[in-house]
């Protein structure tokens, strides 16, 4: 997204058409330009609970006064293009991506003003369907989850898990469950293949080799990563929990008083700090369209993202161990249940209850004395309950789910990417050299193609 620091270079191959659309980069980020206010989401939330509501509003109030602009420079640069750009693979390519920017403006212009149809049509145009295999594992994957509360001390624990085991067994389908993790011959080339990053991430930092890392160390270390890689980007407090890279800003979102294992701490880094190479890596490319990233690029980055976080562990299993993992899944579980595909669209209220007790179990996973009162449980539960359908369900309310449009599909890209991300490399390890040229998804043949056809590189040799 956007630009970063200037960069001393000759002008891309497609400068006149980058100039056209970069204004419009920002628009990738739907996931914010669809938030609603929290005051008020929260206020919908607490009617909900009370029973007052079907479903709280969670389409947002405003949106920035620049998208008119940004959607006129988009179609001026596609208008542009299709008279003036003489080479048919970039002129496509250019097309199809800028194709998928005005469809996330229309997503978030069909959900300010309750446009469901459109919301919808743009909302698959965009993301498209739900993998039913990723389906299936997501139900069988919380279901083995939930069976080890069933003999808790604890009755509540035992009824929720045992409410929630009933819930998933009406959820089977007759679809074959995706292999979560990669088979142990593939991850260890993965990680073979990767040692010389992590080697190059970390050069200078002294990470101990168990244990915790935290607050000051953290900060300082993500400071020298960034020198190892080059990276224009300065070091923010997170407005979330979360590490994240802004492009756009030249930002790399650090929680304000982080602690990790550090395991997690260098897969968290090995994640964003992808983010920053092949940002870096395009502006140094012939084509600015490297640097805006090929249409429908979230799968293939965010995948290869969660790849990366489970290459620090000595097995691929012990990723799936974690918080992290289940978070992965239940996001994908949402917009499963929320897009109908376990047969019909859950209503709102069975995604909420569902979700509240995955989230209860969660918490008791994570109470390993097991000591803290159900009540506590119950609320923690409830906060991360709404942060996580506001996150998946944004953009809609009572009045356009009645009218098919459920769920923001966005945050189906992480688990669906990881396991075809994990798919390609098996098939072709040379793809592993070629991983960080844009933002690009390895798992896309159309995008093989175009990057092939423009000289990126080429799989039958080097670059």
Known sequence: ??????????????????????????LDNGYKLLTPPKEESDEAFDQFEAGEIDRPNLRPTSLPDTLPDQVASLQQAKEAIIQGESDEVLAWAWRWRINELLGNAAIANAALVGDAVRFERYNYFVYGDVDPAIAALDVAFISDFAEKFLDDHEPK??????????????????????????????????????????????????????????GDFVWQALRQVLQNINAPHRLVPSDTAAMGVVNAR???????????????????????????????????SRYGLFVLGLDRYEPGTEGKGVAIERLPYDQPEAFTQLRRQMDILKRHFVVSLATGAYGSKASFDDIYHTIHHIEILQQRSA???????????????????????????????????????????????????????????????????????????????RHLAILSALGAFSMEGGK
């Open 367 to 445: 109470d390993t004395t097991r000591s803290k009162d159900f009540s506590i449980l119950e609320t923690q539960a409830r906060k991360r309950t709404r942060a996580l359908l506001r996150r998946l369900l944004k953009g809609t309310d009572a009045d356009m789910a009645s009218q098919g449009a459920t769920c923001y599909r966005k945050d189906m890209v992480y688990a669906e990417g990881e396991i075809a991300w994990w798919a390609a490399v098996r098939r072709d390890p040379r793809l592993l050299d070629h991983m960080d040229e844009t933002k690009y998804n390895i798992a896309n043949p």
């Open 1 to 26: 997204m956007g630009e970063t620091a200037a960069i001393l270079r000759e002008p891309f191959v497609d400068q006149t058409w980058y100039d056209l659309a970069r204004p419009a980069a920002g």
């Open 157 to 214: 624990v035992r009824a929720v898990a045992e409410h929630l085991g009933s819930r998933l067994d009406q959820l089977q389908t007759s679809h074959v469950a995706a292999e979560l993790t990669p088979d142990a011959d593939t991850f260890q080339t993965v990680q073979a293949h990767q040692a010389p990053y992590f080697e190059q991430l970390f050069a200078g930092v002294d990470l101990p080799s168990e244990g915790k890392v935290a």
């Open 250 to 284: 030249a930002e790399f979102e650090v929680p304000a008083k982080p602690t990790y294992s550090v395991e997690r701490f260098k897969g968290l880094t090995g994640h964003e700090a992808k983010h920053m190479l092949e940002y870096i890596n395009a502006q140094s």
